[in-house]
């Protein structure tokens, strides 16, 4: 009796290490992006008029904020016209005009009403410097598209909480664990 007893309980504690270790899975960080668009950046270089260009961007959300706001990095892509319009007002090659200005934690908010299929962040007003070159910003709008992706839901959640003015805090949670990449 006291064999069979002694055999139980090793069988129970080899199932139990065996299944933890097929349970602690590490997942990899989950960022969301955003659809590429078209913006306008007004440039000030030394010494000459100001000029609006047309480029486009996009934003990648890094982290979310209880206070309904989120972080990212902005990315903003000059194509090869753009960047011979530039380098043309600064009287210099396009070489000297960098392909892409990228700015990290960059503060977004999402728009009044927003909800699924579309969520619309916006992106406030940005000084920009980069190459020699300063420019400034307008208010960028940035859309995200329903998908059936975790994080894509997961902010579908949020921003029906918001709009029923419901408590957040564990959907924001829940985002920044994902973005995170952590043990489940």
Excluded at 21 to 34: E, M, R
Excluded at 36 to 62: C, M, P, Q, R, W
Excluded at 136 to 153: K, P, S, V
Excluded at 161 to 180: D, H, T, W, Y
């Amino acid at each position: 009796m006291s064999n069979k007893f002694r055999y139980l309980i090793r069988v129970i504690t080899f199932s139990f290490i065996a299944g933890i270790g097929v349970s602690a899975q590490t997942s990899l960080p989950a960022a969301y992006t955003s659809s590429s668009g078209s913006y306008i950046l007004t440039l000030n270089s030394a010494g000459s008029e100001s000029i609006k260009v047309k480029v486009d961007g996009s934003f990648t959300i890094n982290s979310a904020g209880n206070d309904d706001t989120v972080k990212g990095t902005l990315l903003l892509s000059l194509n090869e016209e753009t960047r011979l319009k530039i380098a043309g007002q600064m009287q210099g090659g396009s070489q000297s005009v960098p392909a892409n200005i990228t700015r990290s934690d960059v503060i977004g908010h999402f728009v009044k009403g927003t909800s699924c299929p579309t969520i619309r962040l916006a992106v406030e007003p940005l000084d920009l410097k980069t190459g020699g070159i300063e420019g400034r910003t307008g208010r960028l709008i940035f859309e995200f598209h329903e998908t059936r992706d975790q994080m894509a839901e997961l902010f579908c959640v949020w921003t029906r909480q918001i709009n029923a003015r419901k408590s957040r805090r564990g959907v924001v949670a829940a985002i920044n664990k994902l973005m995170l990449g952590s043990q489940q």
